[in-house]
């Protein structure tokens, strides 16, 4: 790739052979378009809708769900097949139509070309189709325009770009023509002699040789990357793969045992054959999948009220394992709203904390003495001050609006202009009044020679004493100076020293000498060290004006009035919100495209700059594989980096086993979006082919919005567990019932359909109820489960053996007295086993609710939906116990009103069992 920016525009044409001046020949650029082919995106094959859909019905737990389907057919329980089948069609459709839209990222990006442009050729304008622009030809850009190719600008009148759609950053870059001499490959924000396409032309207009065309542009480069990006399966798909092979697994091991004992009884092949395969169905969580839909659902709806959109289900979990948070900076951890933050005048900084909000504003000047009142008491006590806004305000072209709070105010223009009008008015200084005073009289545009602006204006001396303001009042030693007009000069500071002769204080002009110089110089150091943009004023006042108007000459023997500093300052939730994210073991990291010193400031002011070092793309590329991987170790903020760097850094901290989140708003963010585990886009700021490309919209670009999601998405994760524990428990109960019955001489404990009738109504209201739980009190003070981390977990398997073993055998043991002691008939002690089973896993699904605190602290009615379903569940088993068509299909018989009562009684052992459990853990992480 040619350095384009580190060569003249002339020779840049003779290495593309044309012709600045007249631009190609028309046979030039058909033989270039046939060549070269046409300035477009094009996009290559990625996966298609039958590759998709496979996808979606190829994973190991749908594997197993189809397999319990058709077994569950082979049973002749046709509604449980259809039920089954009906699960796994649904998510299969939701899965497809979630991932066949986020293929389609490069449809809008592709959408950024220009339908047609103007260049030159054969010395003649023409107007041209966006496709058929060629290397070498001669494009003429203006207000409005989108930037049609690469390009080296050949000619640039007061040219500004807004290359945020590549870089991330909001404020439009100033374009010029020179020549850029670096070492190093400057990133596309400083490339400022060069346009890229899919940009937006601003201000001014230019003319620009294309360098690079199509796929070979910058846009092109984003393009390839986005394609060549492979989505990994989230954490919680691969668990519930995991989960799948180990079911299948668990289910042949029972098939095996339980029809291998039963033989071994002399119990019937057929009976034993149909009844380890009830509980190889029983096994499988058929209700996962829909609890999973359940779960993610209501943690989407969640998230939707705390303005985050999800656009895949499965990203709602993943958000729950996320370890590392990759932030831009503008917009999302500040408030992508230029503001004031720092006066300097004469000496004296007045620092004022943050974005000026109403009047009030805690102040603290250099001497570390905290302002007793209101920053616009010292404006007016201050004429330096006020001199210096008013100026600020004047010497401006944006406009100011009221808004219909009180001292709340808006202002259209230009980011940086409309910061210092705002300033001024919340200050006392309201740009229409200052107008009313000092009416424009001329001006001289803003031009990147001079790197200044400057507005003369007229005093009318007698309005400041009139406007009931004491601000306003300030500023009467305007009129004390000689001359009816009076012109302000806005800013580079360094620039505008060098026209000063004078400087104010105490209310008058003072001569400039090397020790204030020194002193104005090394304040400028200071902001610009703080990441500030620092903007100078001075004044200059005027006799009367001459027929022919000012001449530049207005910009000499200036007084300089100071400086003002001017940042995008951090969201004023999002420090709690960083603070939040590292108690719950999430690392947060900026990544930007703005300048280093800017990036760290905002870094340290949000303590997320670890090692305090800020590495740039530069830095990047001058170091291998081995060294990012321990430089990430250590370092957090990142700026000036291109789209290539995002994608680097989040392929090596997943190289490191970290569970990305990735933030961004600009098309140079698509490829690291979609390679996150979570691309979150900004709903605001963003463009379409970052939203395209991520599973999450902030709907406002707000960083503490992120970790609200976080919450949620750990919540989802628990009850997805939750569910799998309660599920599982359950089943192993039944396992150990059919297990423990044979060895201690008893017929089948139970058959095949009440198994099936547990598995279907049992294990499904009350697990559907359990995705509504709310979060745990230590939600947010743990780190995430490691992504690596299987559901069933050391921690899980213990619990699923014994809290399943205490089912079993509390099931059996008024059972197997029944048996043992009465003369009742099969139904009678089966129906009792069956009635126990069914009533400790109600008490089982009350106590897992929450895995630490007890069921009497969340409260038993906190979940009104599990409540309600465990009251259905007892219902329909009562229902089955003592309703006549039920019992002739379950095969069931009454139980006096003593034996139903014991069955409750004893069925709550399970319950105290878990809580006891709890109460050891809690008083044991205590000590």
Partial sequence: MTDWHRKTARDTAELLDSNLAEGLKQAQAADRLLRHGPNELIETGGRGPWRILVEQISGAMVLMLIGAAIISAFLHEYTDSIVILAIVFLNAILGFAQDYRAEKAMTALKQLALPTVRVRRDGMVHEVSAREIVPGEIVLIEVGN??????????????????????????????????????????IGDRNNSAFMGTVVTHGHGQAIVTETGMDTELGRIASSLQNVESEPTPLQKRLAQLGRTLALVAVGIVTVVFGLGILRGEDPALMLMTALSLAVAVVPEGLPAVATVALALG????????????????????????????????????????????????????????IHGSDVNARDSDGETATGRVRCQVAENSTLAMLLAGAALCNDASLESMSTENEFQSIGEPTESALVIAAAHLGLRKDRLESCFPRESELPFDSDRKCMTTIHRV????????????????????????????????????????????????????????????????????????????????????????????????????????????????????????????????????????????????????????????????????????????IRRTSVYARVAPKHKLKLVQTLQDQGQV????GDGVNDAPAL???????????????????????????????????????????????????????????????????GPLLGMPLPLLPLQILWINLVTDGLPGLALAMEKAESDTMRRPPYPASQPIFDAKMIRD?????????????????????????????????????????????????????????????????????????TFALQVAVIYWAPLQNIFKTSPLSAWELVLCIVISTIVFWAIEAQKWFLRFSNAD
């Avoid at 605001?684 to 976080?710: H, R, Y």
């Fill in 146 to 187: 989108y930037v049609p190719a690469d390009c080296r600008l050949i000619e640039a009148v007061n040219l500004r770009i807004q290359e945020s759609a590549l870089t991330g950053e909001s404020g439009s870059i100033d374009k010029q023509t020179e020549i850029l001499q670096s070492d190093d490959d400057l990133p």
């Fill in 300 to 355: 989407a709806r969640r998230m939707f009220h705390q303005h985050a959109l999800i656009r895949k289900l499965p990203a709602v979990e993943t958000l729950g394992s996320v370890t590392v948070i990759c932030s831009d900076k503008t917009g999302t951890l500040t408030q992508n709203k230029m503001a004031v933050t720092v006066l300097d005048v004469a000496g004296r900084r007045l620092d004022i904390g943050g974005t």
């Fill in 460 to 631: 009318k001396s007698a309005e400041t004493n009139n406007v009931d303001c004491p601000a306003m009042t300030a500023l009467n030693p305007i009129a004390e100076l000689d001359g009816d007009y009076i012109a302000f000069t806005k800013g580079a500071v360094d620039g505008l020293v060098e026209h000063c002769e004078y400087y104010w204080d105490d209310d008058e002009p003072k001569a400039m000498d090397q020790t204030v110089v020194q002193r104005i110089a090394a304040a400028h150091e200071n902001l610009a060290s703080d990441g500030m943009r620092v903007l100078g004023v001075a004044l200059r006042p005027l006799d009367g004006q001459p027929s022919g108007g000012w001449p530049e000459p207005v910009e000499q023997q200036l007084i300089f009035l100071g400086m003002l500093g001017i940042i995008d300052p951090p969201r004023a939730e999002v420090a709690d919100a960083v603070a939040q994210c590292r108690s719950a073991g999430i690392r947060p990291i900026m990544i930007t495209g703005d300048h280093p010193l800017t990036a760290q400031h905002i870094a340290r002011q949000l303590n997320i700059a670890g090692n305090g070092v800020a590495m740039t793309g530069q830095d990047l590329d001058q170091i291998d594989d081995e060294d990012l991987a321990e430089t």
């Fill in 660 to 663: 990305v989140a990735m933030t």
């Fill in 674 to 740: 979609k390679q996150a585990h979570i691309g979150v886009a900004m709903g605001i700021t963003g463009t379409d082919v970052s939203k395209e490309a991520s599973q999450m919209i902030l709907l406002d670009d707000n960083f503490a919005t992120i970790v609200g999601a976080v919450k949620q998405g750990r919540i989802v994760y628990d009850n997805i567990r939750k569910f799998v524990k309660y599920t599982m428990t359950s089943n192993a109960g039944e396992i150990w019932v059919m297990v423990l």
């Fill in 800 to 872: 699923i053996a014994w809290i399943g073993l205490l089912m079993g055998i509390v099931s059996l043991v008024m059972g197997y007295w029944s048996w043992n002691t009465s003369e009742s008939n099969d139904y009678h002690w089966r129906t009792i086993i069956f009635t126990v089973l069914t009533l400790t896993q109600m008490g089982n699904a009350l106590a897992i609710r929450s895995s630490k605190d007890s069921l009497f602290r969340i409260g038993i009615f906190s979940n009104m939906a599990l409540v309600g379903s465990v009251g259905l």
